[in-house]
């Protein structure tokens, strides 16, 4: 005779196993079906809030981000194809983008400003010749970075823009450190290179 504990084990256990996976979960989104997207959504939220959160360390923007990230799932069901992946490391991957392109944003905005704040600065006749060759110095760097790997601008970004550390770095990523290292090491070679910088 089983105990009262091992009949609800039982029963959690058949409950877990009768719950649809998030593939067929996803699957069934495609054709509109509101109730498995609300099921997908309890799935996977904290995992996506999670991994959205670690790139972006604002929790407001974080939840903006993450409620993007289902709207999208809901428009975008359909383009599901399980033969290239699991609908988690899809819509896990579907989140890390929009929240790379969150942090591009952000430091656009930041570029944008401080652009603005320099134009506007009223310089006299020694500080606009400065202002020039800083300009000018800026564009070299920007043209470098155009030339360097996505993986590799990032880390540059992140490091000498952003301020953050290896492991900062490897967190906010989501990489090994030794991963942001190399990127970082092999971004900043290529930067001295392409602004035919000596050591």
């Known amino acids: 005779m089983l105990s009262i504990v091992e009949r609800d084990t039982e029963r ?37 809030l999670g991994l959205v959160t670690r790139l972006l360390k604002d929790r407001a923007q974080s939840e903006e981000v993450t409620q993007e990230v289902f709207l999208e799932v809901w428009q975008q069901a359909a383009r599901f194809d399980r033969g290239r992946g699991s609908a988690a490391s899809w819509v896990l991957t579907m989140a890390h983008r929009r929240a790379v392109d969150r942090v591009r944003a ?24 400065e202002s020039v060759e800083i300009r000018i110095e800026h564009e070299r760097v920007s043209r470098a970075l155009a030339k360097l790997t996505e993986f590799q601008r990032q880390a540059v970004q992140l490091a000498y823009y952003g301020g953050y550390s290896h492991s900062e770095m490897a967190a906010h990523l989501g990489v090994p450190i030794g991963t942001v290292k190399t990127r970082l090491r092999d971004g900043m070679i290529r930067l001295r290179d392409e602004m035919g910088v000596t050591s």
């Not at 877990?16 to 996977?44: I, M, N, T």
């Not at 400003?113 to 600065?121: A, E, M, S, V, Y």
């Open 12 to 48: 959690w256990s058949a409950a877990e196993a009768a719950r649809p996976s998030p593939d067929e979960l996803l699957s069934r989104v495609a054709g509109g079906d509101q109730a498995a997207f609300s099921d997908l959504y309890d799935e996977l939220s904290g995992r996506v």
């Open 106 to 129: 952000s430091q656009s905005s930041h570029d944008r400003d401080t652009r603005i704040g320099i134009r506007d600065f009223e310089a006299g006749f020694d500080q606009v010749s």
